[in-house]
């Protein structure tokens, strides 16, 4: 009997309502693939996450009606963690957004930490943009 994990898809998703597009870009790629699906939001500490549990809920509901696990971790190395997840998990694909505030940052962090994962970003109108770091940083 393998021990090896089955290929995953990984999605990155932030507490917000319109990542539910990434789980269902995520469940697809898993679907076409045959790989399991998985979704992790990393957020910095806080000391009274209520803020965030409907957005949370939101996003524990979309995982789970696909049939992926959600997991939380707190964090202020985000990319870090995912990389570490994306391990644990066996993670092939990972599908993240793209970041408003530090143009693929967290993404190019993962990609460095992860060279031979395939990153596929979502824009907020659902285009799938493959991440290659000369390619990206042109955009910004």
């Known amino acids: 009997m393998s021990l090896?994990?089955?290929?995953?898809?990984?999605?990155?998703?932030?507490?917000?309502?319109?990542?539910?597009?990434?789980?269902?870009?995520?469940?697809?790629?898993?679907?076409?693939?045959?790989?399991?699906?998985?979704?992790?939001?990393?957020?910095?500490?806080?000391?009274?996450?209520?803020?965030?549990?409907?957005?949370?809920?939101?996003?524990?509901?979309?995982?789970?009606?696909?049939?992926?696990?959600?997991?939380?971790a707190f964090n202020t190395d985000a990319p870090s963690t995912a990389a570490d997840f994306a391990k644990k998990i066996n993670a092939k694909d990972i599908v993240t957004g793209i970041p408003d505030n530090k143009p693929f940052g967290f993404v190019d962090t993962l990609h460095e930490l992860l060279p031979k994962s395939n990153i596929t970003m979502v824009t907020k109108n659902g285009e799938h943009l493959t991440h290659n770091l000369c390619d990206i940083r042109a955009l910004a």
């Open 4 to 72: 090896k994990k089955k290929p995953s898809v990984l999605v990155c998703v932030t507490g917000q309502y319109d990542c539910d597009r990434l789980i269902n870009a995520g469940f697809e790629m898993a679907v076409d693939k045959g790989y399991e699906l998985h979704v992790l939001c990393v957020h910095t500490p806080i000391s009274n996450a209520s803020f965030l549990s409907d957005e949370i809920e939101y996003l524990y509901q979309t995982s789970k009606t696909l049939g992926a696990d959600m997991t939380i």
